[in-house]
């Protein structure tokens, strides 16, 4: 169904393209060029951010299934479509990609000044690839996107990124690609059982057992590098130090949640079988990543470098949820995936702040910054809160839910799992502790400003939206609850609960 009465999804998917094409024909001389590349990349990505919220505003959160359908023939004679859709569980994401690309464009707006209007093009295409994927309701529409994020992110890593810029974007581009590969080896296959590539279709139909356990690890090859979980999680910590910061933020606010989406939307769903016999190997997995990254990053002295260890712990929880087969554990994980999304690039922003007065990310280099910098110093508690996982903040409500599911599965489980808490706790305060407070004894430091009216900007709506998700989840959780409710109903169908609970205490 469709309730707007247009095809609101191809406009979200497709109207940054448009706006790239207008920056492709301005001419001019380069200043010129670029401030109009600037404003028409912040433009377009507001637009499409004002039709995504007619999106959230019309959505049906009682419906479990595909809203506002869009369906072309492509490939008919192979069952292939164009096909768009959002449920419950892809919506918010859309709202999260749309929200963080103007503040992406707007953070760059004085550090980017070499090929501006490249660098506002590739955005723009990064969002038109990020909406599309979350929007696909064919497999092979999602793969197109899926695999065409990672052109313009090599890009902004590659070109506008540190001194090691191209080691860190090949890295990020060959880890990615390898494990797509094998996904698009599994999606053949089962266009081959099924006839279709429709997801409506292929949600409820029935895949042999003998060909799960395959499928499912295909499917992890790609899901597990883009989460990424451990031990596939080297290349992040490098595209993060050497990306721009703009770069940065997309990337943990976004990006990142494909790898967990995938595994909602075709791992869980569609191979229940292989999902539930390997879900013990995803919970050794997870429980590494929150244990070791967490401990990896407390030994960091740059700031990127900890948020980055940090995202891969926290991802960890998500993954942890995802497997529980329960209400309560996917819920938290979507819940999770939302704050993180929040709380991970605000913390990236955080750094691109002091980054771009001082130069230098060491957090050696810094300390007593509350003296000078209160209003950034605030910011930055309210961010560091959120990751700890602070009652009342975004980062609280989806570890809890997350908790409460791994609970209901194993307490060990729980345990383990839950000790990121604590250990985020400790590098996080570290951190904030090395960098704002103390005395003010370095020279270069007594001169530096506080945030700026655009840097304010930045910053605003993202405290409102960490209180908000923190103060009145269920804002949020409404609109998941009946896509969760029904997968977990269709793999209570496969698998009874006592028998689930033999299988996962294997």
């Not at 433009?43 to 506002?68: C, H, M, Y």
């Not at 087969?325 to 999304?341: E, P, R, T």
């Not at 370095?442 to 001169?447: A, G, I």
Request: hydrophobic share 60%.
């Amino acid at each position: 169904m469709n309730a707007v009465g247009f095809p609101i999804l191809s406009l979200l998917t497709w109207l940054p393209l448009v706006g790239g094409l207008v920056i492709l024909s301005v001419r001019g001389d380069e200043a010129t060029v670029a401030a109009n590349a600037r404003w028409t990349a912040l433009w377009t990505s507001l637009i499409v951010f004002a039709l995504s919220l007619i999106l959230w505003v019309r959505f049906d959160r009682t419906e479990p299934g595909f809203q506002f359908v869009e369906s072309l023939p492509w490939l008919p004679e192979y069952g292939v479509g164009y096909r768009m859709g959002v449920d419950g569980i892809s919506v918010l994401f859309v709202l999260l990609a749309t929200a963080l690309t103007p503040i992406c464009i707007l953070s760059a707006w004085d550090v980017i000044r070499t090929r501006v209007r490249e660098f506002m093009l590739a955005f723009l295409i990064l969002e038109t690839m990020m909406v599309g994927m979350f929007c696909a309701a064919d497999f092979i529409v999602f793969y197109m996107f899926f695999e065409g994020v990672l052109i313009p992110m090599f890009l902004i890593i590659g070109v506008w990124g540190g001194p090691r810029r191209v080691y860190a974007a090949i890295k990020f581009f060959l880890y990615t690609l390898l494990g797509s590969v094998l996904m698009l080896l599994a999606l053949l296959a089962i266009w081959h059982q099924a006839g279709t590539t429709d997801l409506a279709v292929l949600l409820h139909t029935a895949i042999p057992p003998a060909m799960q356990s395959w499928l499912f690890f295909a499917f992890l090859a790609s899901f597990a590098v883009k989460v990424p979980m451990w031990p596939v999680h080297t290349w992040l910590p490098d595209a993060h130090v050497e990306a721009p910061t703009a770069g940065s933020v997309i990337l943990a606010g976004v990006l990142l949640k494909m790898g967990a989406y995938g595994f909602l939307r075709f791992s869980v769903p569609m191979l229940p079988l292989a999902s539930a016999e390997f879900a013990p190997l995803i919970y050794a997995l997870s429980v590494i990543a929150v244990i070791y990254t967490s401990a990896v990053a407390l030994a960091q002295t740059d700031m990127k470098k900890l948020i980055a260890y940090s995202s891969v712990a926290h991802m960890g929880v998500v993954t942890i949820g995802i497997f529980t087969f329960n209400v309560q554990g996917i819920a938290g994980a979507l819940f999770q995936m939302l704050s993180h999304g929040v709380v991970s690039a605000a913390l990236f922003l955080c750094v691109g702040v002091v980054y771009d007065r001082m130069h230098t990310r060491e957090i050696a280099r810094y300390g007593g910054l509350v003296h000078r910098m209160p209003a950034y110093a605030v910011t930055f508690l309210v961010f560091t809160m959120a990751s700890i996982g602070l009652p009342g903040t975004a980062g609280f409500v989806g570890e809890f839910l997350v908790l409460v599911g791994s609970l209901r599965v194993n307490f060990w489980l729980a345990l383990l799992g839950g000790s990121g808490m604590i250990l985020g706790a400790a590098y996080m305060l570290y951190m904030y502790r090395r960098v704002v407070f103390g005395r003010l004894t370095r020279e270069d430091l007594k001169s530096i400003l506080d945030l700026s009216p655009r840097e304010v900007a930045l910053f605003a709506p993202l405290v409102i939206l960490t209180l908000w998700m923190g103060i009145y989840p269920s804002s949020f959780t409404t609109f998941f609850d009946a896509s969760v409710g029904a997968m977990v109903d269709q793999h209570a169908a496969f698998f009874p609960p006592v028998q689930l609970a033999g299988v996962l205490a294997r």
